[in-house]
């Protein structure tokens, strides 16, 4: 099925830097979601963009939807010590119009006092 | 009221019991989903309900039922599930019938087979 590569897997920063992360799609999206997910509980979504191109902050995080519908990043800006989860992209195929979310496989991050 | 609302929080139930699992949201979304999701993995979908119809079974074992009573509810009901089934639920809502505005999760029912 439809897959969406995003890295890195895994991340161990230290408090006060600045962290990115990227997902990459083979098809076109119209839709990109990030979300953040603590342990036992359900995704909290952070940032959500519907226009190629998009550019949207939300505190410390910024996004970008890419030019080209098949990506998208996630930046952190001086990382504090509960920024620590697991970080999804999630996005919506043009060709679906399902409401069905592509999921990423997740970056943990890790956040170092 | 912007959330999706998920109980039981927990439940530990045995491969014989029949329960269910509730969902309630209050935004007029007029989509909703069920996800299955396994430790440090993304959420899996299970079903869609868009209008209070099922539009989507992802190929979901008969032992998990969905039931969408209305615009604001929806239930899953368990029965004869495996130990494998043990993961954390998770319920979410978007705007209109298809379509990811606004897409937003409930904190899920963690459920333990025994």
């Known amino acids: 099925g439809q897959q969406l590569n995003q890295s890195p897997q895994s991340m161990f920063i230290q408090e006060g830097e600045d962290v990115s992360m990227n997902c990459t799609s083979s098809?076109?999206?119209?839709?990109w979601l990030w979300y953040k997910q603590d342990p036992g509980e359900g995704p909290v979504l952070l940032i959500a963009?519907?226009?190629?191109?998009e550019l949207t902050s939300n505190g410390r995080l910024t996004a970008q939807f890419g030019i080209t519908r098949k990506d998208s990043f996630l930046n952190i800006s001086a990382s504090i010590p509960s920024d620590v989860g697991i970080y999804f992209c999630?996005?919506?195929?043009?060709?679906?119009?399902?409401?069905?979310?592509?999921f990423g496989q997740g970056t943990t991050l890790q956040v170092k006092p | 009221d912007t959330e999706v609302t998920q109980t039981p929080k927990h439940l530990v139930m045995g491969m014989t019991n029949k329960k269910s699992l509730k969902c309630e949201q209050h935004?007029?979304?007029?989509?909703m989903y069920w996800y299955k999701q396994k430790a440090k993995k993304p959420p899996e979908l299970m079903f869609v309900?868009?209008?209070?119809?099922?539009?989507i079974n992802e190929s979901v074992p008969s032992r998990f039922s969905p039931e969408c009573p209305n615009s604001s509810l929806l239930n899953l009901h368990l029965h004869a599930l495996q130990p494998e089934d043990s993961a954390l639920y998770l319920c979410?809502?978007?705007?209109?019938?298809?379509?990811?505005?606004?897409?937003?999760f409930g904190s899920g029912t963690r459920l333990t087979v025994v």
């Open positions: 309900y868009s209008y209070e119809k099922l539009s």
């Open positions: 999630a996005g919506q195929s043009v060709s679906s119009n399902t409401g069905k979310l592509i």
């Open positions: 935004m007029g979304h007029r989509a």
């Open positions: 963009l519907y226009k190629a191109g």
């Open positions: 098809s076109i999206f119209n839709t």
């Open positions: 979410a809502s978007s705007h209109r019938g298809q379509g990811s505005y606004g897409y937003t």
